[in-house]
């Protein structure tokens, strides 16, 4: 293969997979995003050359992790003039994972030319996706190839089944499929039309499932949900008095109660400017406005844990208050996935870094919750996630288990500007809605908030940058899902399957060697 060639694969792998994402809407493009990927496999198997592979792989997670991502420049901007440094380490680790998802590819094929590249690819996609969702502190499961069917939810249905790895399995094998058909070298005729046909089978069955749940799915409605979107900058509420922060998050509580009496109230992640513990006159306040309408709220705060010997722990967190005004009878939920380095800093102890000065400033430091409170309402019971959490199946999972009718998702999206991150974090709460089928109210400080309903639907939807306040209905079912039953099941036996490839190519090295 030419460097040229090459080097325009990988270019249009970058600009394919970013375009199959939120904002834009192309569901045809999530079948053939990563062909080019499969294309350059397929190079370097011809070539008998693992190393090149290699190469080829490292450069297309750079480029294309790169590109889909290049609002983490905008976002970590905010928090350190390193934030370049933060973004060229995350690709160049992706890129490293990519690298060694095509050597792995490319030595399996040379080795046991019998698996075929339709079935080892979307097994070792898929088990790398899961992987980069579970690694410690770093974990980072932002838009799994799944998730770029967010905007076809007919297909993605059966996602309640076997979950977004289960939609990322399949399009990789789509993907492989499609790349075989256009590959001269490896098909004829026949072929061709074999391969084509059976995409089109699988998306013909995925869409009836599809159509068939969405007209038989029993959904009910939940009560009118109130949400307000203040859009403070990302450092104007830090900036400007904060009782003037929380008087217009008042106003605007006010005003959602007055124009649409909802049945409960959200504020966006981190609405409060400070610990609401240390102010006596926000909380009365808050205790107040529940109070009065009898109407729960949930409010987006800082919170502190005091420890033995003035230790503490700070925790990024959601407040309950109840019909009767009272948060301290509740647990508070304190965020349990953290963003690395924004949020905390990976593998060093907060404590640390508060013993140097002015380095705390350079990093989170906050701590990681560790329950799944529901919260009681007369509507129902439900259960929060903060900010990037909704990336993340299990929590949702748990939820459900737990006896949630619905989910909260409270977020600050400021940080991000105005570039695709803010679509491209709202469209994971479409797989949420589907895999554990509960509707989803989403309250963020800038926008989008939205409503998503069992099926996967978004509804209510406002404007970036915009202040708004909204009250709609909420739908969600009461079906527990296979998938919620089971946990990510398709993850699992891709990760299986993977390493059990790889003691195959360990068991035939220890056999050549004398």
Same mark, same amino acid.
């Given at each position: 293969?030419?460097?040229?060639?090459?080097?325009?694969?990988?270019?249009?792998?970058?600009?394919?997979?970013?375009?199959?994402?939120?904002?834009?809407?192309?569901?045809?493009?999530?079948?053939?995003?990563?062909?080019?990927?499969?294309?350059?496999?397929?190079?370097?198997?011809?070539?008998?050359?693992?190393?090149?592979?290699?190469?080829?792989?490292?450069?297309?997670?750079?480029?294309?992790?790169?590109?889909?991502?290049?609002?983490?420049?905008?976002?970590?901007?905010?928090?350190?003039?390193?934030?370049? $440094?933060?973004?060229?380490?995350?690709?160049?680790?992706?890129?490293?994972?990519?690298? $060694?998802?095509?050597?792995?590819?490319?030595?399996?094929?040379?080795?046991?030319?019998?698996?075929?590249?339709?079935?080892?690819?979307?097994?070792?996609?898929?088990?790398?996706?899961?992987?980069?969702?579970?690694?410690?502190?770093?974990?980072?499961?932002?838009?799994?190839?799944?998730?770029?069917?967010?905007?076809?939810?007919?297909?993605?249905?059966?996602?309640?089944?076997?979950?977004?790895?289960?939609?990322?399995?399949?399009?990789?094998?789509?993907?492989?499929?499609?790349?075989?058909?256009?590959?001269?070298?490896?098909?004829?005729?026949?072929?061709?039309?074999?391969?084509?046909?059976?995409?089109?089978?699988?998306?013909?069955?995925?869409?009836?499932?599809?159509?068939?749940?969405?007209?038989?799915?029993?959904?009910?409605?939940?009560? $009118?949900?109130?949400?307000?979107?203040?859009?403070e900058a990302f450092n104007e509420k830090w900036q400007r008095p904060p009782d003037s922060v929380v008087a217009k998050l008042l106003d605007l509580t006010r005003r959602v109660r007055a124009q649409y009496r909802p049945d409960v109230i959200l504020w966006p992640e981190a609405a409060l400017p400070g610990y609401l513990d240390q102010q006596r006159a926000w909380d009365d306040s808050l205790q107040r406005i529940a109070a009065e309408s009898h109407t729960p709220l949930l409010v987006g705060g800082l919170h502190v844990e005091w420890l033995t010997g003035g230790a503490y722990h700070t925790y990024n967190a959601a407040f309950f208050y109840d019909s009767t005004g009272t948060w301290r009878r509740w647990p508070v939920y304190e965020k349990r996935y953290l963003v690395p380095v924004v949020e905390r800093v990976p593998f060093v102890p907060v404590s640390w870094f508060r013993r140097v000065p002015g380095l705390a400033?350079?990093?989170?430091?906050?701590?990681?919750?560790?329950?799944?409170?529901?919260?009681?309402?007369?509507?129902?019971?439900?259960?929060?996630?903060?900010?990037?959490?909704?990336?993340?199946?299990?929590?949702?999972?748990?939820?459900?288990?737990?006896?949630?009718?619905?989910?909260?998702?409270?977020?600050?999206?400021?940080?991000?500007?105005?570039?695709?991150?803010?679509?491209?974090?709202?469209?994971?709460?479409?797989?949420?809605?589907?895999?554990?089928?509960?509707?989803?109210?989403?309250?963020?400080?800038?926008?989008?908030?939205?409503?998503?309903?069992?099926?996967?639907?978004?509804?209510?939807?406002?404007?970036?940058?915009?202040?708004?306040?909204?009250?709609?209905?909420?739908?969600?079912?009461?079906?527990?899902?296979?998938?919620?039953?089971?946990?990510?099941?398709?993850?699992?036996?891709?990760?299986?399957?993977?390493?059990?490839?790889?003691?195959?190519?360990?068991?035939?090295?220890?056999?050549?060697?004398?």
């Amino acid at each position: 293969m030419s460097r040229r060639r090459a080097a325009a694969l990988i270019a249009l792998g970058a600009l394919a997979l970013l375009a199959s994402y939120a904002p834009f809407r192309i569901p045809p493009l999530s079948f053939v995003a990563v062909t080019p990927a499969v294309l350059l496999l397929l190079d370097a198997t011809s070539a008998r050359d693992p190393r090149r592979a290699f190469r080829l792989g490292f450069w297309y997670g750079v480029a294309t992790n790169g590109l889909v991502l290049y609002w983490m420049v905008v976002a970590l901007w905010h928090f350190t003039a390193f934030a370049a $440094l933060g973004y060229f380490a995350t690709i160049a680790v992706l890129g490293l994972l990519y690298g $060694l998802l095509f050597w792995f590819i490319v030595r399996v094929r040379l080795a046991v030319p019998a698996v075929p590249l339709a079935l080892v690819f979307p097994l070792a996609w898929t088990a790398l996706e899961w992987l980069i969702g579970h690694l410690s502190d770093i974990r980072f499961p932002w838009l799994g190839l799944g998730t770029s069917l967010a905007d076809a939810p007919v297909l993605v249905q059966w996602a309640d089944l076997a979950g977004a790895r289960g939609v990322t399995c399949w399009l990789a094998w789509c993907n492989v499929m499609l790349a075989l058909a256009s590959d001269g070298r490896t098909v004829g005729r026949s072929d061709v039309i074999r391969r084509l046909s059976l995409v089109l089978a699988t998306i013909v069955l995925a869409g009836g499932y599809g159509v068939w749940r969405m007209r038989t799915l029993p959904t009910r409605d939940v009560g $009118l949900v109130g949400m307000i979107q203040p859009n403070e900058a990302f450092n104007e509420k830090w900036q400007r008095p904060p009782d003037s922060v929380v008087a217009k998050l008042l106003d605007l509580t006010r005003r959602v109660r007055a124009q649409y009496r909802p049945d409960v109230i959200l504020w966006p992640e981190a609405a409060l400017p400070g610990y609401l513990d240390q102010q006596r006159a926000w909380d009365d306040s808050l205790q107040r406005i529940a109070a009065e309408s009898h109407t729960p709220l949930l409010v987006g705060g800082l919170h502190v844990e005091w420890l033995t010997g003035g230790a503490y722990h700070t925790y990024n967190a959601a407040f309950f208050y109840d019909s009767t005004g009272t948060w301290r009878r509740w647990p508070v939920y304190e965020k349990r996935y953290l963003v690395p380095v924004v949020e905390r800093v990976p593998f060093v102890p907060v404590s640390w870094f508060r013993r140097v000065p002015g380095l705390a400033r350079w990093s989170g430091g906050f701590g990681r919750g560790r329950d799944l409170p529901v919260y009681p309402t007369g509507i129902g019971r439900f259960g929060v996630i903060i900010c990037y959490e909704s990336a993340f199946e299990d929590l949702p999972r748990g939820y459900r288990r737990a006896g949630a009718d619905f989910l909260v998702n409270i977020t600050n999206d400021a940080w991000f500007g105005r570039t695709v991150a803010p679509y491209q974090h709202a469209s994971h709460l479409v797989l949420r809605a589907i895999e554990t089928r509960m509707g989803v109210a989403r309250a963020a400080n800038s926008g989008v908030s939205e409503l998503v309903d069992p099926l996967g639907r978004v509804s209510d939807a406002t404007e970036l940058d915009r202040e708004a306040i909204v009250g709609a209905r909420l739908r969600t079912s009461d079906v527990v899902t296979v998938y919620v039953r089971l946990g990510d099941w398709v993850g699992t036996a891709c990760v299986i399957g993977t390493a059990g490839l790889v003691l195959v190519l360990l068991w035939l090295r220890w056999r050549r060697v004398p």
